[in-house]
């Protein structure tokens, strides 16, 4: 498929553990960006890239949150030592760029933390 | 600053009743205006975008939004609400990165 892709779709872990959420954004596509969103709750930004930019990072909630992404595809956003607050839907979206692109959302990955 | 606001927490309607959906912005330069829409248990979905020209938009499903620069505002709407419009709207715009909406809850009874 053409659309962004995102894995595991869920994830339940134990507190303390860490975790990696995968991101494939669309082909070409040179902003990625994660949010995470609570049950029923707006969208939380957490970080951005853009093309060769540095990455803004301005929406990481704690220094155990950290995202990588490798040149203009694969995205990987880890969060270390999790703890129960971090329970969420982790978003990821891609755009052809900024200003009148649209952003592609992927489905999600559910992250329990017990 | 960057902001949109969605002013309204939740919308009731009735089916069949037209439906508004409020979203106004702050935004230096050009507005470039997104509407997107959740399902229960789904991933965001575009609907429609201002960028320039024609002030009123029209997107998927049947919904449109209307720019209005004096107003600073972009309110979705739709002419006739389905039960199966009840979701989760968000209102963004786009300046060197995106900028949600808190997003409003709008619920189509029956």
């Known amino acids: 498929g053409a659309g962004v892709s995102q894995s595991p779709s869920n994830k339940v872990t134990e507190k303390g553990k860490d975790v ?10 040179t902003a990625l960006y994660w949010y995470r ?12 890239f853009q093309g ?10 704690s220094d155990r949150f950290s995202a990588e992404r490798t040149g ?19 978003l990821c979206a891609s ?10 959302f992927g489905p999600g990955t559910r992250l329990t933390v017990l | 600053a960057q902001s949109v606001a969605q002013p309204e927490d939740q919308v009731n309607v009735a089916e069949g009743n037209p439906l508004t959906v409020k979203c106004t912005y702050s935004v ?17 979905q575009f609907l429609l975008k201002y960028i320039t020209g024609d002030n009123l938009v029209k997107g998927s499903y049947g919904f449109e939004a209307e720019f209005n620069k004096s107003q600073t505002s972009f309110h979705l709407k739709k002419p ?25 809850k709008l619920n189509v009874k029956p």
């Open chain 2, 28 to 44: 230096s330069g050009n507005p470039y205006l997104f509407w997107y829409v959740q399902y229960p248990n789904r991933g965001l």
């Open chain 2, 80 to 104: 006739s609400a389905l039960v199966s419009d009840s979701a989760l709207y968000f209102c963004a715009h786009n300046f060197n990165k995106f900028y949600f909406g808190s997003g409003t």
């Open chain 1, 52 to 61: 060769n930019s540095a990455p803004d990072k301005s929406g990481l909630p």
């Open chain 1, 37 to 48: 969103q609570r049950l029923g709750q707006g969208l939380e930004f957490l970080i951005y």
């Open chain 1, 72 to 90: 203009e595809s694969v995205s990987t956003l880890t969060i270390q030592r999790t703890q129960q607050e971090d329970s969420a839907v982790y």
């Open chain 1, 20 to 29: 990696e959420l995968r991101c494939d954004p669309i082909s070409g596509h």
């Open chain 1, 95 to 104: 755009s052809l760029g900024t200003g009148f692109f649209e952003q592609f």
